[in-house]
């Protein structure tokens, strides 16, 4: 069980970590110093590299989530609201991934190859929004699956 608790924190660690530092770091400081005309590019790039991380973290995420629920509590009725709570909000959290990832991330990828910076302009604050909820929702299940049971 060790191993599952590992890679299911672990995941979520890169999740949400990651979503924390490109909306809060990263993105005021590509406003700051990189040209509007090489922003669609810049995080074009950048998300190719962190989104492959996210499928990995999705993945383990559902595989470690599920059979600690299976194999700990006895499955769903076993477990506590707050396991019912984080699994229902990471279910609408990788439903955003996806369509973040199929939508606009598909068509920012497209703009940036055919030169068109406004376009990838429009996809990159389409992401942006996407990204702030699910960073929202991120921080929620944290603190939920962090501290669910004492609440």
């Known amino acids: 069980m060790s191993l599952a608790i590992a890679l299911h924190v672990l995941s979520a660690v890169i999740w949400v970590g990651g979503m924390f530092f490109a909306y809060m770091a990263m993105r005021p400081a590509v406003v ?29 995420l559902l595989v470690t989530g599920y059979w600690m629920i299976f194999s700990v509590f006895g499955g769903m009725a076993g477990a506590g609201w707050h396991i ?17 990832y199929f939508a606009p991330f598909r068509r920012l990828k497209q703009a940036v190859a055919d030169k068109d910076p406004q376009a990838g302009g429009v996809q990159v604050g389409k992401i942006r929004r996407l990204v702030g909820i699910n960073l929202i929702l991120g921080l929620i299940v944290v603190a939920i699956g962090s501290g669910g049971r004492y609440l």
């Open 32 to 60: 700051e110093v990189v040209e509007a005309s090489q922003r669609g590019h810049l995080w074009s790039k950048t998300l190719e590299r962190f989104f492959r991380w996210v499928w990995l973290a999705v993945v383990l």
């Open 84 to 100: 019912h709570a984080m699994q229902t909000l990471g279910l609408v959290m990788m439903l955003l991934y996806f369509h973040v």
